[in-house]
């Protein structure tokens, strides 16, 4: 059994941020190794089927927010149900996420400060400014990362997470695949966790 887990993420989803915060914990326990690929939420969502939130029914979009609340209380974390910026552009923070993987820097802990900036901040990720100051803050080089943004290295692995994961069939956030086998979700990271215990 091998220890390498594909980590497919939006920086935008609210799913990526309640599972993103229990990676570190995760990979602590069983010394796995999680590569993260963030990818183009809408090109994968218009493959699979999928719609973006504003184009949901209103009976979806009721339930959505129960969910949301009820595993809010679950977990116990500060969470913004309907934050003041969402939907929201997450380019900006995917590139520098990939930039700071291609860097050898700890790529997760800066997607999990982009996450929570959506969902305990209220802060617009769509900003330069903002994701240079909140990678500052958590102790990364915001202003080196947002060089990148445009790059053309990171561009190409941008839209190639983009395309893997459409090829694998994603069409959820967080992702995960593990020896072939796929976890969808937040909620099913505990059987990922087992998986990797086993």
């Not at 184009?55 to 679950?74: G, I, T």
């Not at 909140?134 to 080196?144: E, K, L, V, W, Y």
């Not at 959820?172 to 695949?177: E, H, V």
Request: glycine share 10%.
């Amino acid at each position: 059994m091998s220890k390498n887990v594909d980590y497919y993420a939006s920086l935008a989803s609210p799913y990526t941020y309640m599972g993103g915060r229990r990676l570190p914990d995760i990979i602590a326990k069983t010394g796995a190794n999680f590569h993260i690929k963030p990818i183009m939420g809408a090109q994968v969502m218009a493959a699979t089927g999928g719609l973006p939130v504003a184009k949901r029914h209103p009976a979806r979009l009721a339930y959505r927010l129960v969910e949301l609340q009820r595993w809010k209380n679950h977990w116990s974390i500060p969470m913004n149900l309907q934050p003041k910026f969402f939907p929201v552009d997450d380019g900006k923070a995917a590139q520098m996420v990939i930039a700071a993987r291609q860097g050898g820097q700890d790529a997760i802990a800066l997607s999990n400060v982009f996450l929570a900036c959506v969902w305990e901040g209220e802060q617009d990720i769509s900003d330069q400014g903002t994701l240079v100051a909140a990678a500052n803050q958590a102790g990364f080089d915001g202003d080196g990362l947002a060089a990148k943004i445009g790059d053309d290295a990171v561009t190409a692995e941008y839209q190639a997470n983009t395309d893997t994961a459409i090829a694998n069939q994603v069409f959820g956030m967080p992702w995960f695949i593990h020896d072939g086998v796929p976890y969808w979700g937040q909620d099913r990271i505990r059987f990922l966790a087992r998986a990797l215990t086993d």
